[in-house]
């Protein structure tokens, strides 16, 4: 899986271009195995959905790793995934670790 970041000033562009939703801060495309996030995700000023900063961070890494984690295209089952597991042996342990990781480095 590779996780990607986009520039904020052309994201609705980019999302656009491949097939994505221009209303959502990430998302995956499943046949190249790929995340892409905005970048402003990772600015303490973000504001989406109600959330700010950290907690829209770890909303969007939480949701983009169930859709990696347990490859559905299902928005809502991506959110349940992270939570509760997709029941194919994948290790929430792992999904933890990495999640971690992402928050610990943040893009420059």
Same mark, same amino acid.
């Given at each position: 899986?590779?996780?990607?970041?986009?520039?904020?000033?052309?994201?609705?562009?980019?999302v656009?271009?491949?097939?994505?939703?221009?209303?959502?801060?990430?998302?995956?495309i499943? +046949?190249?195995? @790929?995340? &892409?996030?905005? %970048?402003?995700?990772? $600015?303490?000023?973000?504001?989406?959905?109600?959330?700010?900063?950290?907690?829209?961070?770890?909303?969007?890494?939480n949701?983009?790793l169930?859709?990696?984690?347990?490859?559905?295209?299902?928005?809502?089952?991506? +959110?349940?995934y @992270?939570? &509760?597991?997709? %029941?194919?042996?994948? $290790?929430?342990?792992?999904?933890?670790?990495?999640?971690?990781?992402?928050?610990?480095?943040?893009?420059?």
């Amino acid at each position: 899986m590779v996780f990607c970041f986009g520039p904020s000033y052309n994201w609705k562009a980019l999302v656009r271009s491949l097939g994505g939703s221009t209303a959502s801060p990430a998302f995956t495309i499943f +046949d190249q195995r @790929t995340t &892409v996030m905005e %970048g402003s995700l990772f $600015s303490p000023t973000a504001n989406l959905f109600g959330l700010t900063g950290e907690a829209l961070l770890e909303l969007a890494v939480n949701h983009e790793l169930g859709h990696c984690v347990c490859p559905d295209q299902n928005e809502w089952k991506a +959110d349940d995934y @992270t939570k &509760v597991g997709c %029941g194919n042996g994948s $290790s929430l342990n792992r999904v933890a670790r990495f999640r971690a990781y992402l928050l610990r480095h943040p893009a420059p």
